[in-house]
Structure formats: structure tokens, C-alpha cells
């Protein structure tokens, strides 16, 4: 078992299928501008959403070592699907550094003044999963929670062409049922948050949420239980990596990094 530094000085591993997972880089850094990230993309192999479980838990194990071996003193998994897969394996396996995952937002979407449906939109292996289920019981109780799988999406968003008319037509095609019979809509995959704007423009005026803000605050505390945040005297970073060696992919990740998010 790897033992890396456990103090304040180490990195903060984030990672993720592809870009999704910057949306959540983007509220740790908010949160914890003193700290050192690393945000690893594996982009070659994006999107996790429709691959076997077992595939995604050795890539998120991979991952996750890689991170241990740069000297991790937290990972934070950027992304539902390999959340929904790996998180509870892998905080067994490296139970030396905290572990943080993400999840659908069911809960502060249930907790609403608005809330008696609720739309949560995931990738089909997050669906699929018992994690998802058990956070639909768990909420269920206060909110119909519908759950419409987003197939191809995350794909699309991954091509970096935001305003596409490809994405607005799956938005449409996978979402425009519902229009005016909602009170909020949950983004369950982390490459969503990117795309608001358009998913407004189908479902109207109506309340996003996305876990990436429960994250961050659930890794600060973490870290701040180990006395392991970093000084303020220490000057942030944020390194970006990816599996797809395109010469343009880290600046495609640079170019997501400083789009501003419009879920609230």
C-alpha cells in the first residue's frame, strides 16, 4: 500500500472520464484557492457513461494510483459514473488518503420549496446502478424523481462545440416531453453543468443542480479534519493531464476551465 504525504504540502488528484469533471474542479479551486490540483481527463476513453462496470473500476483504479505515486493527499472522483462504480472499492483499497466522490444532487433538489418532481438526467450506467436507487428511495419519499438517461450527450460535449445544434437536438429529443411538468432538474453526469444554457433553452426557466459544490465542501472538511489544507500562504495551481496525448487536448481542457458555470 502506497503511504504519500499526508500533510498539508501534497496535491489534490481530480479526475474524470474527460472535461465533465473540470465543472468540479472549478468549485474546489473556489473553495480552496491555496491548493495544489492535479485534474487527470481520460479522454481517450470517454465518455464512462455506457461502459461495464468492471472496465470503469480498473481505469479508476489506475487512475487513482497514478495520483497516490504524484503524492495525493485526497482524490476527489470527478465524475458519477466511476463515483457510482469505485468509490467504496477504492476508499477500501487506499483507505490512507481520503477518497471523495460525486453524486446526483437528489438532495438538495427534494429539499426545495419546489419539489414534487423532480428529472435527473445521467448516463445509462449511473441509472442502472443500485447507488442511484437507493438515493431515489432515500428521496423519493418528497419527489417524483424521474430519470431519463442522456445516451451520447456527454460525447457531444466532449467535441467542445457547446452551442451545437447536435446537443440541442438530443436535449430536445430526450427532454422536451417534460418541459413545464418539473421543478428541477438534477445534472447527473458531470460534463452536463456545461451545457445550462441549452437546457434551459428546451426546458425553460427552470432550478439545475449539480453535486460539484457538495463535493468541494466535503473535501475541505476532510482535509481540514487532517490539518492537511494548505497554508494560505501557498500559491494555488491547477495542472491539467489527459490519456489522449492530442496536442490540443489541455488547451481544450484550459478553454472549459474558464467558461463560466450557469447552474444557478
Known amino acids: 500500500m502506497y503511504h504519500g504525504p499526508m500533510g498539508q504540502?501534497?496535491?489534490i488528484g481530480v479526475f474524470d472520464s474527460g472535461v465533465g469533471g473540470i465543472s468540479v474542479l472549478k468549485h474546489l479551486v473556489k473553495l480552496m484557492p491555496h491548493e495544489r490540483f492535479v485534474f487527470y481527463g481520460?479522454?481517450?476513453?470517454?465518455?464512462?457513461g455506457g461502459k461495464p462496470a468492471e472496465?470503469?473500476?480498473?481505469?479508476?483504479?489506475?487512475?487513482?494510483?497514478g495520483m497516490l505515486d504524484m503524492g495525493a493527499k485526497?482524490?476527489?472522483?470527478?465524475?458519477?459514473?466511476?463515483?457510482?462504480?469505485a468509490?467504496?472499492?477504492?476508499?477500501?483499497?487506499?483507505?490512507?488518503v481520503p477518497i471523495i466522490g460525486i453524486e446526483p444532487a437528489l438532495k438538495p433538489a427534494a429539499e426545495a420549496d419546489r419539489h414534487d418532481r423532480i428529472l435527473v438526467m445521467a448516463t445509462e450506467?449511473?441509472?442502472?446502478?443500485?447507488?442511484?436507487?437507493r438515493l431515489a428511495r432515500d428521496w423519493g419519499s418528497r419527489s417524483d424523481i424521474v430519470a431519463v438517461p442522456c445516451p451520447g450527450l456527454a460525447d457531444l460535449i466532449e467535441l467542445g462545440d457547446l452551442e451545437s445544434?447536435?446537443?440541442r437536438d438530443l436535449l430536445e429529443d430526450r427532454l422536451g416531453q417534460y418541459r413545464g411538468q418539473v421543478d428541477g432538474i438534477v445534472l447527473g453526469c458531470t460534463h452536463y453543468p456545461f451545457v445550462a444554457r441549452q437546457i434551459r433553452a428546451v426546458m425553460g426557466d427552470v432550478p439545475l443542480y449539480d453535486g460539484g459544490a457538495g463535493t468541494a465542501r466535503q473535501t475541505r472538511r476532510l482535509l481540514e479534519e487532517r490539518d492537511s489544507l494548505a497554508p494560505t500562504s501557498q500559491e494555488g495551481s491547477v495542472e491539467?493531464?489527459?490519456?489522449?496525448?492530442?496536442?490540443?487536448?489541455i488547451e481544450l481542457y484550459r478553454r472549459f476551465y474558464r467558461l463560466p458555470l450557469r447552474t444557478l
Open 9 to 11: 504540502d501534497g496535491i
Open 42 to 48: 481520460d479522454s481517450a476513453n470517454a465518455p464512462y
Open 55 to 65: 472496465w470503469v473500476l480498473e481505469r479508476s483504479r489506475l487512475i487513482t494510483q
Open 74 to 85: 485526497a482524490i476527489v472522483i470527478a465524475c458519477n459514473t466511476a463515483t457510482s462504480v
Open 87 to 96: 468509490a467504496a472499492t477504492l476508499r477500501e483499497e487506499h483507505d490512507e
Open 125 to 133: 450506467t449511473t441509472i442502472r446502478l443500485d447507488k442511484f436507487h
Open 165 to 167: 445544434t447536435r446537443i
Open 240 to 249: 491539467f493531464r489527459s490519456s489522449n496525448t492530442d496536442p490540443g487536448q
